[in-house]
């Protein structure tokens, strides 16, 4: 359903995108979620950490939270939760006792090696609809939109796309 906005066709242009994003972000999701905790017994959140740190290994909470993009206080209940199920453990770091390192356990390797095929072939299903094609401009006009909404110049928008 396209916007009801009664203002210029720059801001109806722009609203009836949003809603369209935001309308598909939310049906894929919707069909990921659902069975990611029902067959593995995680959120989204608890599956970025585990995913993150078994393809780029230990790191610290903020670095982590940098790489997933979530605020720190978000990351540190996720952690709670993941290290009361055995799956990540925190460990102060000798250096600087402020940082604390978080590494996966032999069962969160476990859990995110059993679960990432599923949700993999959940994702590539959910993008079905669209060609090879669609899908890296999906992922182009993603990107740009992003980098834009976060500030970045629009010579580096072009030069990085």
Known sequence: MP??????PRERRALDAYITLMRAANSV????????????GLTMGQLGVLEALHHLGPM????????????????????????????????RDTGDRRVSIVHLTAAGRARITTCLPDHVGRITAAFAGLTA????????????LGLAAAGVE????????
Do not use: I, M
């Open 133 to 144: 094609a669609e899908q890296k401009q999906v992922a182009a006009l993603c990107r740009k």
């Open 3 to 8: 916007t009801r906005w009664s203002g210029p």
């Open 60 to 91: 610290s909470q903020s670095v982590l939270a940098g790489k997933l993009l979530v605020s720190a206080s978000n990351l540190t209940t996720v952690l709670d939760n993941l290290e009361r199920d055995a799956l990540v453990r925190r460990v």
């Open 29 to 40: 999701n919707a069909r990921l979620h659902g069975p990611l905790a029902a067959d593995h």
């Open 154 to 161: 629009p010579d580096r928008l072009d030069a990085s796309a």
